[in-house]
């Protein structure tokens, strides 16, 4: 199975940048698809980003288009996401997440595997 980790949460002013990773465990991580989700307080988790087994495709939420970037590292068993441009209200937290298919999922019940989650706060 495969094991995650997030980490690089933190809080940043409006317009500022943050770089999340997530570090996996496990011999099969280019097997898995990744996705970044995030759930802000009284609202449910909503896709943010999701990047094929070699990192070829992403797909992104209209809410991130242009601000955000998936990528990956596999050799280095490394899921990231780099955050610029950053509003209020992307104030959450911030799960990633692993998937055995190499399709774009952008509902959580397709992914196997979670991270416990990172806080990013964005104050205005």
């Known amino acids: 199975q495969v094991q995650l980790v997030e980490s690089g949460g933190g809080l940043v002013q409006a317009g500022g940048s943050l770089r999340l990773s997530c570090a996996a465990s496990?011999?099969?991580?280019?097997?898995?698809?990744m996705g970044w989700f995030r759930q802000a307080p009284g609202k449910e988790r909503e896709f943010v980003a999701w990047?094929?087994?070699?990192?070829?495709?992403?797909d992104y939420a209209d809410s991130v288009k242009g601000r955000f970037t998936i990528a990956r590292d596999n050799a280095k068993n490394t899921l990231y996401l780099q955050m610029n441009s950053l509003k209020p209200e992307d104030t959450a937290v911030y799960y990633c997440?692993?998937?055995?298919?190499?399709?774009?999922?952008?509902?959580?019940?397709?992914?196997?595997?979670w991270g416990q989650g990172t806080q990013v706060t964005v104050s205005s």
């Open positions: 997440a692993a998937c055995s298919s190499n399709y774009v999922r952008k509902d959580s019940y397709n992914y196997d595997y």
């Open positions: 496990g011999r099969t991580f280019s097997r898995y698809s």
């Open positions: 990047i094929s087994w070699g990192g070829g495709t992403t």
